[in-house]
């Protein structure tokens, strides 16, 4: 556990939120032990022990546990293959659907049921989000599909995933939420909010790629 880890959780402790949404890059381990990624993770115990965390892979995560398989062990109470689901929140009217971008930092597809129009994992989403009762539809995973941050592109390869643009409008869903690009971008396009919230506490235009905030919480304005 680092400083950063003891502030986030220190944060979120006085927040007390009902469910914590993790975008991906939960561990940046080098090590493909299941032991090293579950102690990147302990901060968060408590939560875990709620069973009120609800993560989708990052690249960093897929570097070294390629299906997610040693999360999944951590986080068993997810749903589903745990790699990709859904959750309905029944006190809320929210359903969250967890997709898996399944690319590591190299760029390598590990997710073996695709992430294109097509696929498993595409047919698996069509179908849930078009049986949801759910007022408000939340989609997450972890390279968002487009970015402002251009700069990026020569620090970290890749940074958007447009083979997921699966026509989120369509399916009647409210807000999509990405990580990876570290800052805060909120767009809003045919009707879908998109944020990238890996930095949100700092505007884009002050992003320095060799530091991060020691940690943030972010709330949608007007959310409550």
């Known amino acids: 556990v680092n400083a950063n880890q003891t502030a986030l959780v220190a944060a979120?402790?006085?927040?007390?939120?009902?469910?914590?949404?993790?975008?991906?890059?939960?561990?940046?381990?080098?090590?493909?032990?299941?032991?090293?990624?579950?102690?990147?993770q302990i901060a968060f115990d408590p939560w875990i022990q709620k069973c009120s965390i609800f993560r989708c892979g990052g690249n960093h995560d897929y570097?070294?546990?390629?299906?997610?398989?040693?999360?999944?062990?951590?986080?068993?109470?997810?749903?589903?293959?745990?790699?990709?689901y859904?959750?309905?929140?029944?006190?809320?009217?929210?359903e969250l659907f967890v997709?898996?971008?399944?690319?590591?930092?190299?760029?390598?597809?590990t997710e073996p049921d695709g992430n294109t129009v097509?696929?498993?994992?595409?047919?698996?989403?069509?179908?849930?989000?078009?049986?949801s009762q759910a007022k408000y539809k939340v989609v997450m995973w972890h390279k968002p599909l487009f970015s402002q941050l251009e700069i990026l592109s020569t620090i970290c390869g890749l940074t958007t995933q447009p083979q997921l643009?699966?026509?989120?409008?369509?399916?009647?869903v409210d807000l999509v939420i990405n990580g990876h690009n570290h800052c805060n971008v909120h767009h809003e396009m045919e009707g879908v909010h998109?944020?990238?919230?890996a930095m949100p506490v700092r505007p884009a235009k002050q992003l320095r790629s060799d530091s991060d905030d020691a940690f943030c919480v972010f709330q949608l304005a007007g959310s409550g």
């Not at 009902?18 to 090293?36: E, K, L, P, Q």
């Not at 690319?103 to 597809?109: D, H, I, K, R, Y």
């Not at 097509?118 to 049986?131: H, M, Y």
């Not at 643009?165 to 009647?172: F, N, R, S, T």
């Open 63 to 84: 570097d070294v546990e390629p299906q997610l398989a040693c999360s999944n062990l951590l986080y068993d109470y997810l749903p589903g293959n745990k790699r990709y």
């Open 118 to 131: 097509g696929s498993i994992q595409w047919e698996w989403f069509t179908a849930a989000i078009a049986a």
């Open 86 to 94: 859904s959750k309905y929140f029944k006190h809320t009217g929210l």
């Open 12 to 40: 979120l402790t006085q927040e007390d939120p009902h469910a914590i949404f993790m975008a991906g890059d939960n561990t940046y381990s080098v090590s493909s032990s299941c032991s090293t990624i579950e102690a990147s």
């Open 194 to 197: 998109y944020v990238q919230c």
């Open 99 to 109: 997709l898996s971008d399944g690319a590591n930092t190299g760029g390598v597809l």
């Open 165 to 172: 643009d699966w026509m989120y409008e369509l399916y009647g």
